[in-house]
């Protein structure tokens, strides 16, 4: 492991993950997750629809800072990058947009979600500061394994923020588990190699996964990539802690939008009926 | 400056440049990349069978050959050019593209993936993945397969299922990303066949090891012809032919080692392809390395006459190297690219690619400088018979 000793221990100032595993725990419910590229198509728009998700039942976000090169994004991830650029997204508007939700929610965990180059050319302890401000609570760096991230994990432990691991049924332990006190919050589990918006593994293939996960590591295990419906999402919630959905919703949103303004309320009483529909068929099952 | 001090020291570092910033599930891909490269390139029967390719399929070694008609002036230093071009398949390419397939086929792969943007590193692959039986996927940026259909129509004929890439830039780097994402999906059976030493650790030391050829053979060379040249200019797309002449002298600390950028259309630099000189440091495609980037680090579209140029990302070892001040930097406009690529052909009856265009004029400046006594090498890494449409188009300007 290449991550270095942290000069201070991490400590969190809101463990607002920590908080929302033991609620749903007493609830015996798993977490309902999503993902949105902040400032997609607008600010105004994204901030809405980040609190509709919460009000219709999703845990925790994680909202995408947008990039101009998501080279582990398919299709459906990149367009909506690219939405979010001409709409003037940017690592600060970014910031700007989790702190906004925050003056209305403050315990839904924020988790940021991104590439390595907009934290680099920010530096690394500017970054950690500045997110910690702004209420996120834990960071997804998609092209940052913990193997290259000894500095970005001492300024994250510096303010308190979490270094989300992934896992993969490839990988060693020693590339999803640290003692470092920044890799934490819990760990996202990728029971599939490819792109986002790619195919779907099997329900046992993701039980092994997950499996494996716990018997490495004491965090809790959210699985994405490749979940696509609510049956799929409820088959994931029983075997794991935590279901991300991100793709496929975007895919329905994105639909709705053609014939909507997407701050208007009828495409976020869409966006609610459908994180709804997911929701329900989640916690009803066994 | 020695040796040691530019070969990739802990996890593929050179100096605080390069690293392994890519997705964890290719991890273990590049892990045992890594594992197969040493054992083979330990493995003299690899060595041996690689030597006889580079030999006898791809055309090595290529000549070392002055061009005294070339200069407009009299009485600068003498320019030899070291003619990649005259390769079978891809220029420069095809040192980086036989190796690594040969890599590929010793790890029981059956297929290959790559990008390409100025043709070449395609053109490589294509053929060499015909020669070893591996099935052969290709990316190209719609921009740059619209500049030059006969290279993709040559990497059709070859097996190649080429893809053209909408996105982003619609050049290289946007076919860089494509061809990644494939290789994430299908890395159990497919090798990713970098074309620069670019990218993730081991890409850029295997990379920059398969193309040492071309320095090794130059120094052996100007033995024979008895010279000692001032200075080695080449330019920088990806850096493979950059890396590859270079090698075999970053130990003389007499000799000036230039490589030269793409400035685009004109000395604004509104959008070029300078990001040795003007980029910043940053994180892309799998390294720390200079990035042409904005304050936000969003990736800067790049523009340059010469596909192979137009990159924002740069080789971490060559980002090393400018930084510790071994290797110095030029910016060649595309209009005096162009002119030096057309006065070359009229006058010496060699067509070279828009990409050693720039070289050829950067080292006709540095030549001016120096006395008729002296001599410098430019690096030739492909033929300008991609070129021949935008060499033939009216100038604008």
Known sequence: ?286 | MGLDAHIATQTGRFGSFGGQFVAPVLLPVLDRLEDGFHDAWADPAFRDRLTLLLNRYVGRPTPLFDIPAFPREAGGAQIVLKRDDLTFNGGNYANSAVGQCLLAKRMGLEAVVCETGSGQNGIATAAVAARFGMGCTIYIGASDAARQPTAVKKMRLFGAEVKVVDDADQTLSAALSAAMRHWMGTSDTTAYVAGAPIGPHPYPAMVAAFQAVIGRETRLQLIDHGLAPSAYVSAVGGGSSTIGLFSAFWGDPQVRLIAVEGAGANDGFAAHAARLSRGRRGIFHGAETLVLSDAQGQILPTRSIAPGLSYPGSAPQLADLVQSGRVETMAISDAAAKEAVLRLAQREGILLCLEAGHALAAAERLALEMGPDQSVVVMAQSSGDKDIETLTEETTE
């Not at chain 1, 998700?53 to 925790?60: C, E, L, P, R, T």
């Not at chain 1, 947008?66 to 939405?83: E, W, Y």
């Not at chain 1, 934290?119 to 997804?140: K, P, Q, S, T």
């Not at chain 1, 470092?180 to 990728?190: D, E, K, N, Q």
């Open chain 1, 1 to 286: 492991m290449s991550a270095s000793i942290p000069c201070e221990q991490t400590t969190p100032e809101t463990q607002r993950i920590a908080a929302m595993f033991r609620r749903l725990n007493d609830a015996q419910r798993p977490a309902f997750v999503t993902y949105t590229v902040a400032g997609d198509p607008s600010f105004e728009a994204c901030l809405a629809r980040l609190h509709q998700f919460v009000a219709s039942g999703i845990d925790m976000i994680e909202i995408g800072h947008p990039f101009s090169d998501p080279i582990l994004d398919g299709a459906t991830i990149q367009q909506a990058n690219i939405r979010a650029l001409s709409a003037g997204g940017n690592l600060e508007r970014t910031l700007e947009l989790c702190a906004a939700f925050r003056t209305q929610d403050t315990t839904t965990p924020l988790i940021l979600m991104g590439y390595a180059n907009p934290l680099a050319v920010m530096g690394y302890e500017r970054f950690a500061a500045r997110a910690a401000a702004a209420g996120v609570d834990g960071l997804i760096a998609g092209d940052f394994p913990l193997r290259e991230a000894g500095p970005l994990l001492d300024a994250l432990a510096h303010h308190g923020l979490y270094l989300i691991p992934m896992a993969a049924p490839t990988l060693a332990p020693k590339d999803f588990t640290s003692e470092h006190p920044a890799v934490g919050g819990f760990l996202y589990c990728i029971p599939v190699v490819g792109p986002t918006g790619g195919p779907s593994a099997s329900i046992n293939a993701i039980a092994e996964g997950v499996a494996r996960c716990l018997a490495e590591s004491s965090l809790p295990v959210m699985v994405g990539f490749g979940v696509k419906t609510p049956a799929m999402a409820a088959d994931v919630g029983r075997v794991a802690d935590g279901v991300i959905v991100a793709t496929a919703l975007i895919d329905l949103f994105q639909q709705a939008a053609q014939d909507d303004d997407p701050a208007s309320p009828d495409f976020l009483n869409y966006v609610g009926q459908e994180i709804g529909r997911f929701r329900k068929v989640i916690d009803a099952a066994p």
